[in-house]
């Protein structure tokens, strides 16, 4: 078993710098529009060729209100409606994408992200659900990963029975704080027994995971006030957890410019919190995976991360890293071999290209040589935290002393202020550098330097 992390004042706030959260290497700010539908089409035809195992991520936009936070790609509208034209299209592109694979190739993983997938009507989620399974090889016998993100102000019980005979067997539930002051701040009214009644059904009817989102920097959060919404998570027992650093980023997302930036806790508080939420989750026995996530023990993150297994890609930390991921939908992004793409942000641009019969691939990378190195060394170190250099040298026919040279003084550093072990053979992150391993991380980021930090939220 790892061993726990171990919070260090004076590390973080050394360390604690902007930077991408690695859901891919190179990030999506690397993204251009060099890459269209053609290099799409013959990434298709390889994984198809070498009879991959498929993941699928399904973004539905649509949300009834807005939470001021937020800064997902959304469309805010009280309107049922509008759901129908983006579900046609949306099915258009399902049936554009499944002609370039094989039947065979089966879908071990299933996500509905958002926006707020139950935004849709019973109806519609049957029917998008018949296109998926008419188009792709989904699993039928319970085996597979197929999760949803759920909002508990827009499911109920019926609802839940219709996600579990649809075929979802996880659940992701938005909570973000449950004090009512808070909640007021960002716009979000969620009562703890909304969120019970749905864990309640869930568990009624054996869905086999439960996560649940939570957020610390939010306005008017207190390290006392959080600390009781976080009981009251650890009392609901949810397999996992998602603790994530509230980014206030005004000037990109512009809900975000109705919260009262006096209002946010300091930068000494945030840490306070999450040192605080560290301890709680920690004594209730759960297992820190990296990256904001917690699991209990046995949950498939941690059995994964025990047994060297454990993958991250744009859904974050998963079990399906080996499968190539299909993302259908607005602004959804796709990873297929050394292919990204992404669809285009923009709601009409996506339905109209559709319309016209052609995929809505704006942006994206084909990854090189020195890409897929990196990305396998970012994965080690912020999956496992240590990084053996013999199976990278093995794996890219390189010295890795040699190749990486001129980083490593850098990594020195690290090893002195105590973020890291560093010796001839391998990188160990050390447990009070766990915390910041996206800063061990981004000393391996070819790009980093060509951006402006501000386009990333800070490690802590």
Known sequence: MLDAIRWDTDLIRRYDLAGPRYTSYPTAVQFDGQVGTFDLFHALRD??????????????????????????????????????????????????????????????QLHFGGGTPTFLSHDELRQLMAQLRKSFNLLDDDSGDYGIEIDPREADWSTMGLLRELGFNRVSIGLQDLDPAVQRAVNRLQSLEETRAVIDAARTLQFRSINIDLIYGLPRQTPENFARTVDEVINLQPDRLSVFNYAHLPERFMPQRRINSDELPTPAQKLEILQGTIEQLTQAGYRYIGMDHFALPDDELAIAQEESTLQRNFQGYTTHGHCDLIGLG????????????????????????????QLATSRGLLCNADDRLRRAVIQQLICHFSLEFAEIEHAFNID???????????????AEDGLIELDNQRITVLPAGRLLVRSVCMVFDAYLEQHNRQRFSRVI
């Not at 049936?95 to 694979?101: M, S, T, Y």
């Not at 607005?330 to 641009?349: F, K, T």
């Not at 890795?400 to 690290?414: A, K, N, S, T, V």
């Open 330 to 357: 607005v602004s959804a992004i796709s990873q297929i071999g050394d292919l990204y793409c992404q669809n285009s942000s923009d709601l009409n641009q996506y339905q109209n290209t559709l319309a016209s019969a």
């Open 47 to 108: 994984s198809r060729k070498a009879l991959r195992p498929l993941s699928l991520y399904v973004h539905v936009p649509f949300c009834a209100n807005i939470c001021y936070y937020c800064a997902c790609n959304k469309v805010i509208t009280k309107d049922r409606g509008r759901a129908q034209s983006y579900l046609q299209r949306l099915e258009q592109e399902i049936q554009l994408i499944a002609c370039h694979l094989d039947p065979a190739q089966k879908v071990e």
């Open 400 to 414: 890795f002393q040699g190749y990486f040279g001129e980083l490593w003084p850098q990594l020195q550093r690290m």
